[in-house]
């Protein structure tokens, strides 16, 4: 097997400068980092994260929380919901490696006090943790921010000394696809919401109103229905929608995968998109492209959000102060949406984002 001794004799750098690049504990010039990185793969050099522990150096764990965190939340995974979460997760785990990092799923402690993950998390000597997307009431939340555990939050807002958190612009996000649908024509928009408690879809429900408000289209509150995120209950809002309304020109879902729920519920009662409905989602999954018709939404970067989440967690380690990371999204314009009436035209720039 191939050793870091081996890797910096190839690189021509010292072994400290092999563990710097490998690790991301130092800054060190793109070249370096380039020569190390290449040495490595070229002799297959993987770094022997256990004996690292062992020896006492710097723990190369990171703990990884999301949603309830459980065997339930892991079931939930799986859900359709979850698919702009799991990209995320994708890339936390792809920079966690490529820094010389193995993750941890902890299990939640069955007491779930404030204090018992914390003391779980230490005593399997985690250099600190990233939370995925979990409540702001979730017992782990506060507990991790008062322990001083470098800790980083995706998707909620969570800061202390040594805790910051990576999230998307879902106000500005918001606004900006339902200013396209104003600038369309359509003045009756129905919204289908995130749940009250989840901090991306309050953000994403102001941005909202910030549109309307701001060309003075009021709110009309039997044409707003509530979600629990996912396909099924989006579908089932929508129904109930349309039993109440079919006069909107126009439905904002605060996710991808509700849209889907809207197209279908649409489609079941006659209703073409976007001739008779405009459609928008929000996060760009890769099925959004292949929606029936192609779905406009507001596009979040996973990659960056991933990524960057790491290399805060890594920065908070080595004691630096981290601000927060507010990602720009983008409008993609697609297929589903139109002026009202009509069809919508397949353009050049289908698919990509749009200044708004």
Known sequence: MATSEDVARLAGVSRATVSRVLSGTAKVSEATRQRVEAAATALGYEPDVAAQSLSGARSRTIALGFFANDLWALSQLTRPQYHFHLDVLRHIEEAAAKAGYDLLLPSRPSSASSDSYVRLLRSRRVAGAIMVACPPNDVRTQALIESR??????????????????????????????????????????RVTGTETDPSGQDRLTGIRQALAAHGIPEEPD??????????????????????????????????????????????????????????????IDLAAFASPPLTTVRQDAA??????????????????????????????????????ESAPVREHEGRAVDL
């Open 223 to 284: 044409l707003a229905r509530r979600s629990d995120w996912s396909v099924e209950d989006a579908y089932r809002q929508t129904l109930a929608l349309l039993e109440a309304r079919r006069d909107f020109t126009a439905v904002i879902a605060e996710s991808d995968m509700m849209a889907l729920g809207v197209l279908r519920a649409l489609h079941e009662h006659g209703l073409r998109v976007p001739e008779d409905v405009s459609v928008t989602g929000f996060d760009d």
């Open 149 to 190: 555990l470098p800790t980083v939050f995706i998707d909620t807002i969570g800061t202390g000394p040594c805790a910051t958190y990576v999230t998307s612009d879902n106000t500005a996000g918001a606004r900006q696809v339902t200013e396209h649908l104003i600038r369309l024509g359509h003045r009756r928009i129905a």
């Open 304 to 341: 960056a959000m991933g990524t960057g989440a790491v290399h805060a967690l890594l920065s908070l380690v080595d004691g630096a102060a981290v601000e927060p990371v507010v990602l720009p999204t983008e409008v993609v314009v697609r297929r589903s949406t139109a002026t009202p009436g």
